[in-house]
């Protein structure tokens, strides 16, 4: 582990995802987040990527993957996607 943050237990910019937006300026290249399913999302995904890091996300349980469409599969649940930006 190199960092966290703690917040408040509710109230403006205390979610998860706010409070890994705070982490960013201390992520490098190199670096490997491991997150849960809520932050499996474009925009998120986006910012990472340009801060050089690479992310290990549950898949968002609502979402629908045809794993035989990934761009290189890993397992029968595990397979690499490129995402598209939403519209």
Do not use: W
Not at 2 to 24: I, N, P, S, W
Not at 25 to 33: E, F, M, T, Y
Not at 65 to 86: A, E, N, Q, V, Y
């Amino acid at each position: 582990m190199l960092d966290f943050a703690v917040a408040a237990y509710e109230g403006k910019e205390t979610g998860e995802q706010a409070l890994l937006r705070k982490l960013f300026s201390h992520l490098q290249g190199g670096d490997i987040l491991l997150g849960d399913a809520n932050f499996e999302n474009y925009f998120l995904l986006a910012l990472l990527l340009q801060a050089k890091a690479d992310v290990v996300f549950e898949k968002n349980g609502a979402r629908h993957i045809d794993f035989r469409k990934c761009d290189h599969k890993l397992d029968s649940k595990d397979g690499l996607f490129k995402l598209t930006r939403p519209v």
